[in-house]
């Protein structure tokens, strides 16, 4: 079944610095569509951005990821964390599977001054 | 603010006891669906609705919880008889259609703790 792998469940680091949050996915279907979640605490969970599309950088509120179907990847980026920055990350698939997204596990960016 | 209202914000139960909570996913949304965010902040999906029917449910819902979404009434899901291991974060999510690309809107959530 389809899979996302996030590899890092905690990322550390300083205001300013660059981000970037690594997910991986597994699907047999070749028209996989990639999201990324935010979830500040005591929020809800909304979309940050998503893509379907090979190779296109997508860009939202200072981010982007980019839709590598070769290696089957869509990591988070943005060029210069903000303290505001931290929060949960949660990248998800959906592909003609089912009904329902899958959700990897979830990577927490916390930014420090 | 989240177009999905869910209700209440928290809920306390002891062992052994029912737990209900219960969702309005956002306006023209067919797809409900509710995910249990557990201690290690992993989504566990556990059941899914179009309209009022059952698309897709885990084991661990149908033992011991269930959950409808009935015509003009909110949806629900009801623990019949709590444990320990039920205490988490029960976010509710709509969907507009059953696409690929049709991305979720999530509610705030009903963090249970059972006591």
């Known amino acids: 079944g389809d899979s996302v792998t996030q590899k890092e469940g905690l990322v550390t680091l300083t205001e300013g610095l660059p981000v970037m949050l690594n997910c991986t996915y597994q699907?047999?279907?070749?028209?996989?569509?990639l999201f990324w979640y935010v979830h500040y605490l005591n929020e809800s969970p909304r979309l940050l951005l998503k893509?379907?599309?090979?190779?296109k950088r997508t860009e939202h509120q200072g981010f982007h990821a980019t839709l590598h179907k070769s290696s089957s990847s869509f990591h988070l980026q943005k060029s210069s964390a903000q303290l505001s920055d931290s929060a949960l990350y949660y990248c998800?698939?959906?592909?003609?599977?089912?009904?329902?997204?899958?959700f990897g596990t979830g990577t927490s960016l916390l930014v420090d001054p | 603010n989240s177009k999905v209202i869910q209700t209440p914000r928290y809920l306390v139960k002891g062992q052994g006891q029912k737990a209900k909570m219960r969702c309005i996913p956002e306006?023209?949304?067919?797809?409900v669906f509710w995910y249990q965010q557990n201690k290690n902040n992993e989504f566990k999906f556990l059941i899914n609705?179009?309209?009022?029917?059952?698309?897709?449910q885990i084991d661990m819902t149908e033992k011991r919880f269930s959950a409808e979404c009935p015509s003009n009434s909110p949806c629900s899901l009801e623990i019949q008889s709590s444990e320990a291991g039920d205490s988490a974060l029960y976010l509710c999510?709509?969907?507009?259609?059953?696409?690929?690309?049709?991305?979720?809107?999530f509610g705030s959530g009903t963090r249970l703790l059972v006591i």
């Open positions: 999510a709509s969907r507009k259609g059953q696409g690929r690309d049709s991305d979720y809107t």
């Open positions: 699907t047999i279907y070749s028209n996989a569509f």
């Open positions: 893509s379907s599309t090979d190779n």
């Open positions: 998800a698939l959906g592909s003609n599977m089912g009904y329902k997204l899958t």
């Open positions: 306006k023209g949304h067919p797809v």
């Open positions: 609705f179009q309209n009022q029917e059952v698309l897709q």
